[in-house]
C-alpha cells in the first residue's frame, strides 16, 4: 500500500485541523491504520488508530481532542484535531498498524504546527 499524507498547516492554540491519509490498493480496507507524529527531537508517538472495522484508539495525551476515522469506499483514513496545543507541533505520518503486514514506505508526512 503506498499513503499521502496532507492537511497541515499553522494554526493556534486551540484551533483545529483535519488530516487526511490516501491509500492505494485495494489491501486498505484490510489493514489496520494509525496516525503517528514526531516532534523534533522526539521519538515517534503513535496517536491515534483504527482497525479494518472502525474500532479507535488513541494516545493519553490526544484522547479527548483527537478523533481518527476512515472511509473505505474513498480508500482514505481522517485525524480531526481539535483544542490543539503547541505540544501538537510535528510532523504526522500515517502507515500501517497490522503487524501481519508491517510498515508502508514512510512519506513525507505533513507539517502541524501550532502557535501560542
Known amino acids: 500500500v503506498q499513503l499521502q499524507a496532507y492537511g497541515g498547516g499553522l494554526v493556534q492554540a486551540g484551533g483545529s485541523l483535519r488530516l487526511s491519509c490516501a491509500a492505494s490498493?485495494?489491501?486498505?480496507?484490510?489493514?489496520?491504520m494509525g496516525w503517528y507524529r514526531q516532534a523534533p527531537g522526539k521519538q515517534r508517538e503513535l496517536a491515534a488508530t483504527?482497525?479494518?472495522?472502525?474500532?479507535?484508539s488513541y494516545a493519553d495525551s490526544v484522547k479527548g481532542r483527537f478523533t481518527i476515522s476512515r472511509d473505505n469506499a474513498k480508500n482514505t483514513v481522517y485525524l480531526q484535531m481539535n483544542s490543539l496545543q503547541p505540544e501538537d507541533t510535528a510532523v504526522y505520518h500515517c502507515?500501517?498498524?497490522?503487524?501481519?503486514?508491517?510498515?508502508?514506505?514512510w512519506g513525507q508526512g505533513t507539517q502541524v504546527t501550532v502557535s501560542s
Open positions: 502507515n500501517v498498524v497490522s503487524r501481519w503486514y508491517g510498515y508502508a514506505k
Open positions: 483504527v482497525t479494518s472495522g472502525g474500532t479507535t
Open positions: 490498493g485495494s489491501i486498505f480496507r484490510r489493514l489496520d
